[in-house]
């Protein structure tokens, strides 16, 4: 069946400019995250939506970022204002249990 | 705040020869443990995870890790390796008191290369 799908694969900014990532999860999978990779950093927790409860936004690094799920599906991760610190492989999972499934990421560059 | 150690950034074995990927972890209770693989472009996947029962736990691709609660240990090992298994593994732990399918704080990771 059909795993997480993100999009997009890849995305090059500008310093300063604003993107959108988006989170496709598996198919009623109640539980969403957000993470991020870096080289710097590891693998870090972002974001966690879980069925209709306030989201965990424990994780956000600033109030540049920002994430909402509409409908209890798909997500989109804004980052507002882009800086170079910025530049990561941004991750989705999602869970029905426990299992977190995994998308394949959306590499972002800032330039 | 529970963390998680992989002191090895890199490892490198010898095909065919055994696999040891070593995990500990900093938690006031016993929290679900995980191991993932990354290959290269891909997302992670789940190879084992432990919750609670029996501390040998088997997983895909024939890995199996022990739960060592006096050493708060969950180390990951493989008794033949194959080119194949060469990628990235975390180790990750989950709150238990709020589910498994919560937050999870990853390791460094341990990136394998295997040689033929």
């Known amino acids: 069946g059909a795993g997480v799908s993100q999009s997009p694969s890849n995305k090059v900014t500008e310093k300063g400019k604003d993107v959108e990532l988006r989170c496709d999860p598996i198919?009623?999978?109640?539980?969403l995250y957000w993470y991020r990779q870096s080289l710097g950093q590891g693998l870090e927790f972002l974001i966690y939506f879980q069925g209709n409860s306030a989201p965990d936004k424990s994780g956000l690094p600033s109030d540049r970022f920002s994430a909402e799920r509409t409908g209890g599906s798909v997500s989109t991760l804004t980052i507002q204002r882009t800086q170079q610190e910025d530049s990561a492989v941004y991750l989705c999972?999602?869970?029905?249990?426990?299992?977190?499934?995994f998308g394949p990421g959306t590499r972002l560059t800032v330039l | 705040a529970q963390s998680v150690t992989q002191p090895d950034i890199h490892i490198t074995v010898s095909e065919g020869a055994s696999l040891e990927l070593r995990c500990n972890y900093s938690?006031?209770?016993?929290?679900?443990l995980f191991w993932y693989v990354q290959s290269p472009g891909q997302g992670l996947q789940l190879l084992l995870k432990y919750f609670s029962g029996d501390t040998l736990v088997q997983g895909i691709k024939g890995f199996e890790a022990e739960f060592k609660r006096s050493q708060s240990s969950f180390n990951l090992r493989k008794p033949s390796v194959h080119w194949s298994d060469a990628a990235e593994y975390f180790c990750?732990?989950?709150?238990?008191?709020?589910?498994?399918?919560?937050?999870?704080?990853f390791g460094t990771g341990t990136q394998l290369k295997v040689e033929l």
């Open positions: 938690y006031g209770a016993t929290p679900y």
């Open positions: 198919s009623g999978h109640t539980a």
């Open positions: 999972a999602s869970s029905a249990v426990d299992e977190q499934f």
């Open positions: 990750a732990v989950g709150d238990p008191f709020t589910g498994g399918g919560n937050k999870l704080t």
